[in-house]
């Protein structure tokens, strides 16, 4: 594993290059303001009647429409949600991107699964950031940053590397760490991550851990703060010390029902259900499946999210706590 650091990266090709950054979201607000205090020529692109557009402005940014800004630009930041790229790429980069241009994507999904394939002149490059938009900004403000991961897919003008390189600096992701990747790497270790701890491991291990008290006669109260509300805590030490020294920290009877209940509860079945779920993202079936089923499940997962009584007991609670948002 190659891991890279400020001293280690090459900083100045992005110092004559002017960055477009297309859209203005949670990445794009955040790594736009990042160059352009790092000192980077930057541009926002934003479609005509965004309601971001005023945001953008209101932070000091030069903001010109998508085909105006790419023109003007040698490197295209690709900001915008992954299922709207293809169509963005195709309707507005391509036929604006000059000759030799790069594409800088935040996240590889829409390459690896060949949703865009790239002019052959481009360079097309992966700055990945390891966390949010907010703490891409945040950590960065305080003059350090979040680590990334680092790809190159097309190398069309032999710039492509010290192109990433001077990008990822400029985000500030030298001080944390840049991991030479892949953008089948980094797109499926997301994706199976997404869904087998971040997203639908943990909402599925929490609902059914607080259904399990509350049919055993539990307050759905108690069950909230024991099952849900606690998890931040545990999650935060674990970020930060590792899982041994968690479990130094908290008492005898928790660690030995980590050691002995915890293999029961996430076992055999949960491993081979993990290893099916990498084995989808990484033929393709999953993304296959995705399009032809998203707008079925959404809808009908969400709605039978908020009539849970998980939600209607949390926000309850949650009036009662308006510091949560503040922390
Ligand atoms: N969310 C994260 O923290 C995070 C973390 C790591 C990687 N990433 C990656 O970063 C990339 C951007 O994700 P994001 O969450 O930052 O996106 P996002 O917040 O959903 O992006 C919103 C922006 O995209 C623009 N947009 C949406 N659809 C568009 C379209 N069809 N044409 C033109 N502009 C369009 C919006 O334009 P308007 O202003 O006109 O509405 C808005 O400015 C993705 O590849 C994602 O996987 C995200």
Same mark, same amino acid.
């Given at each position: 594993?190659?891991?890279?650091?400020?001293?280690?990266?090459?900083?100045?090709?992005?110092?004559?290059?002017?960055?477009?950054? %297309?859209?203005?979201?949670?990445?794009?607000?955040? $790594?736009? %303001?990042?160059?352009?205090?790092?000192?980077?020529?930057?541009?926002?692109?934003? #479609?005509?009647?965004?309601?971001?557009?005023?945001?953008?402005?209101?932070?000091?940014?030069?903001?010109?429409?998508?085909?105006?800004?790419?023109?003007?630009?040698?490197?295209?930041?690709?900001?915008?949600?992954?299922?709207?790229?293809?169509?963005?790429?195709?309707?507005?980069?391509?036929?604006?991107?000059?000759?030799?241009?790069?594409?800088?994507?935040?996240?590889?999904?829409?390459?690896?699964?060949?949703?865009?394939?790239?002019?052959?002149?481009?360079?097309?490059? =992966?700055?990945?950031?390891?966390?949010?938009?907010? $703490?891409?900004?945040?950590?960065?403000?305080?003059?350090?940053?979040?680590?990334?991961?680092?790809?190159?897919?097309?190398?069309?003008?032999?710039?492509? =590397?010290?192109?990433?390189?001077?990008?990822?600096?400029?985000?500030?992701?030298?001080?944390?760490?840049?991991?030479?990747?892949?953008?089948?790497?980094?797109?499926?270790?997301?994706?199976?991550?997404?869904?087998?701890?971040?997203?639908?491991?943990?909402?599925?291990?929490?609902?059914?851990?607080?259904?399990?008290?509350?049919?055993?006669?539990?307050?759905?109260?108690?069950?909230?703060?024991?099952?849900?509300?606690?998890?931040?805590? =545990?999650?935060?030490?674990? $970020?930060? #010390?590792?899982?041994?020294?968690?479990?130094?920290?908290?008492?005898?009877?928790?660690?030995?029902?980590?050691?002995?209940?915890?293999?029961?509860?996430?076992?055999?079945?949960?491993?081979?259900?993990? #290893?099916?779920?990498?084995?989808?993202?990484?033929?393709?079936?999953?993304?296959?499946?995705?399009?032809?089923?998203?707008?079925?499940?959404?809808?009908?997962?969400?709605? $039978?999210?908020?009539?849970?009584?998980?939600?209607?007991?949390?926000?309850?609670? #949650?009036?009662?706590?308006?510091?949560?948002?503040?922390?």
């Amino acid at each position: 594993m190659t891991i890279l650091y400020n001293n280690d990266l090459s900083r100045d090709a992005l110092a004559s290059r002017r960055v477009c950054v %297309l859209g203005f979201g949670a990445q794009g607000r955040a $790594q736009a %303001l990042n160059l352009r205090d790092s000192g980077i020529d930057v541009v926002v692109g934003l #479609r005509e009647g965004s309601s971001r557009r005023d945001a953008a402005l209101a932070e000091g940014l030069a903001v010109e429409e998508p085909a105006d800004a790419i023109r003007s630009s040698h490197v295209v930041v690709v900001l915008v949600p992954d299922v709207a790229q293809p169509e963005v790429y195709r309707d507005v980069i391509a036929p604006s991107l000059r000759e030799g241009g790069c594409l800088v994507f935040a996240h590889g999904f829409a390459i690896q699964y060949g949703r865009i394939e790239p002019r052959a002149d481009l360079d097309v490059v =992966m700055v990945a950031p390891m966390g949010i938009g907010e $703490q891409v900004r945040a950590i960065y403000a305080r003059g350090a940053g979040v680590p990334a991961l680092l790809a190159v897919h097309q190398d069309a003008t032999g710039e492509a =590397m010290s192109i990433a390189q001077s990008y990822a600096t400029a985000n500030g992701h030298g001080h944390a760490g840049v991991i030479m990747s892949s953008f089948a790497e980094e797109t499926e270790t997301d994706l199976f991550a997404e869904q087998a701890v971040l997203c639908g491991g943990l909402h599925h291990l929490v609902t059914m851990a607080f259904e399990t008290l509350v049919e055993a006669g539990y307050q759905p109260e108690v069950a909230y703060f024991c099952c849900l509300h606690e998890v931040r805590y =545990m999650a935060e030490m674990m $970020q930060r #010390r590792g899982i041994s020294r968690v479990r130094e920290s908290i008492s005898d009877i928790a660690e030995y029902g980590d050691y002995t209940r915890g293999p029961r509860v996430i076992g055999e079945e949960s491993r081979a259900a993990m #290893r099916a779920a990498l084995a989808e993202i990484r033929d393709g079936r999953f993304t296959r499946e995705l399009d032809a089923r998203v707008n079925d499940v959404l809808p009908e997962g969400r709605r $039978q999210a908020r009539e849970h009584l998980l939600e209607e007991v949390g926000a309850k609670l #949650r009036a009662g706590m308006p510091w949560l948002d503040e922390d």
